[in-house]
T-cell receptor, first 113, second 111 residues
Framework: DAGITQSPRHKVTETGTPVTLRCHQT?????MYWYRQDPGHGLRLIHY???????DKGEVSDGYSVSRSKTEDFLLTLESATSSQTSVYFC????????????FGEGSWLTVV | QKEVEQDPGPLSVPEGAIVSLNCTYS??????FMWYRQYSRKGPELLMY????GNKEDGRFTAQVDKSSKYISLFIRDSQPSDSATYLC???????????FGTGTRLQVFP
C-alpha cells in the first residue's frame, strides 16, 4: 500500500464551521491531490499540488482551500462548511507530472449537519 | 453530457465467469486510460494503466482501448468473489494533472 495517511477518517461538523483534513505521505512524491467522491458524480478533483507551496485548482474548488508547507503534508480546509460538502474525501499522490499512476488514501468521511 | 460514461450496475455474475466492464468517452484528446478497483469504504486501487489504443494484459485482467469508437473495456477472466467491488475507469489527455473518472460499475461475483 502507498504510504498515505488521512486524518480524521470520520468527522461530523456543523454548518458554518471550518474544517481541516490532513493528508500525510511517506513516499516523498512531489504531486498530491484532493478529490471528493459523491454518488452519481464519481471522483472529482478539488485542488492539487505540484510542490511545496505550489498548488492549483481542480474542477470543484469553490469553498475549499489548500496548503502545502512540507513535501509530506497536504491540508484541505473547508472555510465554512455547508451541507453540500458532505462527502468522502480522498487524498492521492503521484511521483510523476501528469499522474499516470496515482495512488489513493483510505478516505475521510465528512458529514456537515 | 458527461465526458466519461459508465454503467453503474450492479453487475452480478457467478464465480468463474468472464466479466466485461466498459466506459465510453467524448473527448478525443484522452490518451491515458486507467482502471481502478474500489472495495467498500476503501480508497481506489490502481489496477491497469494503458497509453493510447490497444490491449494490455496482467494476470486475469485485460484492458482494451478503442480510440476510434471512444470505448474502453476491462475484462476479468475466471472471476472470483474477491473481485466483488466497484470498478472505476479514468482517463486524461497528455501530461495534465486532471484525471476524469467514470462513476463506477459495481460488480458482484457470487460463489
Amino acid at each position: 500500500d502507498a504510504g498515505i495517511t488521512q486524518s480524521p477518517r470520520h468527522k461530523v461538523t456543523e454548518t458554518g464551521t471550518p474544517v481541516t483534513l490532513r493528508c500525510h505521505q511517506t513516499e516523498n512524491h512531489r504531486y498530491m491531490y484532493w478529490y471528493r467522491q459523491d454518488p452519481g458524480h464519481g471522483l472529482r478533483l478539488i485542488h492539487y499540488s505540484y510542490g511545496v507551496k505550489d498548488t492549483d485548482k481542480g474542477e470543484v474548488s469553490d469553498g475549499y482551500s489548500v496548503s502545502r508547507s512540507k513535501t509530506e503534508d497536504f491540508l484541505l480546509t473547508l472555510e465554512s462548511a455547508t451541507s453540500s460538502q458532505t462527502s468522502v474525501y480522498f487524498c492521492a499522490i503521484s511521483e510523476t507530472q501528469g499522474g499516470n499512476t496515482i495512488y489513493f488514501g483510505e478516505g475521510s468521511w465528512l458529514t456537515v449537519v | 453530457q458527461k465526458e466519461v460514461e459508465q454503467d453503474p450496475g450492479p453487475l452480478s455474475v457467478p464465480e468463474g465467469a468472464i466479466v466485461s466492464l466498459n466506459c465510453t468517452y467524448s473527448n478525443s484528446a484522452f490518451q491515458y486510460f486507467m482502471w481502478y478497483r474500489q472495495y467498500s469504504r476503501k480508497g481506489p486501487e490502481l489496477l491497469m494503466y494503458t497509453y493510447s489504443s490497444g490491449n494490455k494484459e496482467d494476470g486475469r485482467f485485460t484492458a482494451q482501448v478503442d480510440k476510434s469508437s471512444k470505448y474502453i473495456s476491462l475484462f476479468i477472466r475466471d472471476s472470483q468473489p474477491s473481485d466483488s467491488a466497484t470498478y472505476l475507469c479514468a482517463m486524461k489527455p497528455g501530461s495534465t494533472d486532471k484525471l476524469i473518472f467514470g462513476t463506477g460499475t459495481r460488480l458482484q461475483v457470487f460463489p
